[in-house]
């Protein structure tokens, strides 16, 4: 999990000895968002699970036949099944917490250097691993 972290963090820094994620103001946020959707594992940030990413889906209901139940090569009966297999109760909390760390990793942000490893993994443990109501008591 270490590896692939700092990897992680590597393919998004231009400059490895600082450890910021350097860019220019229009570029930080796409960045931003890559880093978090790119993070797997006890560290995961995606709205969807993985089983609900636009592409599997895709995979999962795509018909090469041309019938009632189908349409654009889609079929329609498999859709239905896995859209209703999505819990939403889950999708709007995983929603609040990408939400909150993307909020508060903007206000981390350095100006005109980004924001660094060690910030980014403390804001990722508050948020995944660590429970407020367990930790203040």
């Known amino acids: 999990m270490r590896i692939q972290r700092q990897g992680t963090w590597n393919a998004l820094t231009s400059y490895h000895s600082s450890g910021y994620v350097l860019c220019s103001p229009s570029t930080w946020k796409p960045l931003l968002i890559s880093t978090i959707q790119s993070l797997r594992g006890v560290f995961e940030v995606r709205i ?9 889906i895709r995979q999962l209901v795509t018909s090469k036949d041309w019938d009632s139940r189908s349409a654009y090569g889609v079929d329609l009966v498999k859709l ?58």
């Open 80 to 137: 239905n099944k896995v859209l209703n297999s999505v819990n939403y109760a889950a999708v709007r909390q995983r929603r609040a917490t990408y939400s909150r760390l993307y909020h508060e990793a903007t206000i981390s942000h350095h100006s005109g250097r980004g924001i660094t490893f060690t910030e980014m993994l403390l804001l990722l443990a508050h948020h995944k691993l660590i429970v407020d109501k367990e930790a203040l008591v």
């Open 48 to 56: 969807y699970s993985e089983q609900h990413s636009i592409r599997n």
